[in-house]
C-alpha cells in the first residue's frame, strides 16, 4: 500500500498542476493538519482515492465547512485494507482556539481511545498534527510535542507515527524521519510517500 501524507502546506504541484497519474500508484491521502478543506476536497473530488483526516491547530474552520468527501479520523481508529490508523490532531495549548489541549487534555484524549486500539488488536499507523516530545518538536510552546504521546508509543509500538505542525520548509534542518524503539517518526509537512 502506498499512502500520500500532507500537511501544513498545499503544495501547487497538486492544487494548480494537478496531473491525475501523479496519483496512480497512490492507495490513501492522508491529511495531518492545517491545510485548507477546499484541498482536501480537490485531493478527493479529482482522484477518487479516499482522503482521512486529522485537525491541525489552524483547522477551526472545519466545524463549519469541514472537507467534502473526506473522512475525519479524529479520536478514532480507522482500518483500509488491513492498517489500523489511529487518529489524534490539535497541538499543544498556546491561546485560546479549537484544536488545541494541555497535555492532561491530551492523555485523556488517548485514554478514551484505549479501548478502541485494544479491540482493534493494536495500531499500525499513528496520525497526529503536533509531534511526541522530543521527536522532531520545537522549544516554543506551540511547537512542543506532546508526552502524552510517549507512553502510547510504548505501549502499542505502532509501525510508524506521522506528524505535521513543524514545518520543514521554515527549519530545512528539522529532521524528516526519527526513530523511537520500534516505531518511525515521519515528519509530513508538505508531502511525503510511504511504502507499507
Known amino acids: 500500500?502506498?499512502?500520500?501524507?500532507?500537511?501544513?502546506?498545499?503544495?501547487?504541484?497538486y492544487w494548480?498542476?494537478?496531473?491525475?497519474?501523479?496519483?496512480?500508484e497512490i492507495?490513501?491521502?492522508?491529511?495531518?493538519?492545517?491545510?485548507?478543506a477546499s484541498y482536501l476536497s480537490f485531493l478527493a473530488t479529482?482522484?477518487?482515492?479516499?482522503?482521512?483526516?486529522v485537525h491541525g491547530n489552524h483547522d477551526d474552520?472545519?466545524?463549519?465547512?469541514?472537507p467534502e468527501g473526506c473522512i475525519c479520523i479524529e479520536d478514532d481508529i480507522f482500518e483500509y485494507e488491513g492498517v489500523r490508523l489511529l487518529g489524534l490532531g490539535g497541538c499543544h495549548r498556546y491561546k485560546e482556539g479549537k484544536n488545541q489541549y494541555t497535555e492532561k487534555q491530551m492523555q485523556r484524549r488517548i485514554r478514551r481511545v484505549t479501548r478502541?486500539?485494544?479491540?482493534?488488536?493494536?495500531?499500525?499507523?499513528?496520525?497526529?498534527h503536533a509531534p511526541?516530545?522530543?521527536?522532531?518538536?520545537?522549544?516554543?510552546?506551540?511547537?512542543?510535542?506532546?508526552?502524552?504521546f510517549l507512553p502510547l508509543l510504548d505501549r502499542w509500538h505502532p509501525a510508524v507515527m506521522v506528524h505535521g505542525h513543524v514545518h520543514r520548509s521554515y527549519r530545512p534542518s528539522v529532521?524528516?524521519?526519527?526513530?523511537y524503539g520500534e516505531t518511525r517518526i515521519i515528519n509530513a509537512s508538505g508531502k511525503y510517500y510511504l511504502d507499507l
Open 132 to 148: 511526541a516530545a522530543g521527536l522532531g518538536d520545537d522549544t516554543d510552546l506551540a511547537h512542543r510535542g506532546f508526552e502524552a
Open 16 to 24: 494548480d498542476y494537478f496531473r491525475k497519474e501523479d496519483f496512480a
Open 1 to 13: 500500500m502506498k499512502i500520500l501524507f500532507i500537511a501544513d502546506e498545499e503544495w501547487e504541484g
Open 27 to 36: 492507495d490513501l491521502i492522508v491529511s495531518c493538519g492545517d491545510l485548507k
Open 116 to 128: 478502541q486500539i485494544r479491540r482493534a488488536g493494536g495500531v499500525d499507523l499513528v496520525l497526529t
Open 175 to 179: 529532521p524528516r524521519i526519527l526513530q
Open 61 to 66: 474552520s472545519y466545524e463549519s465547512e469541514p
Open 46 to 53: 479529482m482522484t477518487s482515492i479516499p482522503v482521512l483526516y
